[in-house]
C-alpha cells in the first residue's frame, strides 16, 4: 500500500513539474526565463528618461532600466541633472545629456537617493 501511494505522489509532483515548463520561454541563449504577464499599456511606451544625480541609490536607476528595456521594448537612457560624471556608491557613470536637453519622453523615472539631491 505505501508503494502506491508514494508512486502516486510521484506521478502528482512529476506532473506538476511539467506543467511549469510549459510556462518558461528559452531566451535565445539557452536560458530559460519565467513567463510573466502584464497588461498592455494603454498607449505605447517608446523612451523612458532615467534622472542621475549623485549619490543616487543604484538599485533604483538600473532595476527600471533592466525592466523598461527587456520587458518593455523601450528606448531607455540616462540623463543627468548635469551632463559629465555622476557619481553613486563608489561607481561613476557618465551623462551624455542632461535634462534640460530632453525635448520629449513617455516616461521620467526619477531614482531615489543616498542624500539630499538638491545640494
Avoid at 538600473?62 to 559629465?84: C, D, Q, W
Avoid at 561613476?92 to 543616498?114: A, F, H, M, R, T
Amino acid at each position: 500500500m505505501k508503494k502506491v501511494i508514494l508512486a502516486a505522489l510521484l506521478t502528482i509532483i512529476m506532473a506538476a513539474c511539467t506543467d511549469k515548463k510549459k510556462e518558461t520561454k528559452q531566451d535565445g541563449k539557452g536560458a530559460e526565463k519565467q513567463r510573466i504577464d502584464f497588461p498592455a499599456p494603454k498607449s505605447k511606451i517608446k523612451t523612458v528618461g532615467i534622472l542621475l544625480y549623485d549619490n543616487y541609490a543604484l538599485l533604483d536607476a538600473t532595476g527600471p532600466y533592466n525592466i523598461f528595456s527587456e520587458l518593455m521594448g523601450a528606448k531607455v537612457f540616462f540623463v543627468g541633472r548635469h551632463k559629465g560624471m555622476i557619481y553613486t556608491s563608489g561607481m561613476s557613470v557618465q551623462c551624455d545629456s542632461s535634462i534640460n536637453e530632453v525635448k520629449q519622453l513617455d516616461i521620467l523615472v526619477i531614482p531615489g537617493g543616498l542624500t539630499d539631491p538638491i545640494h
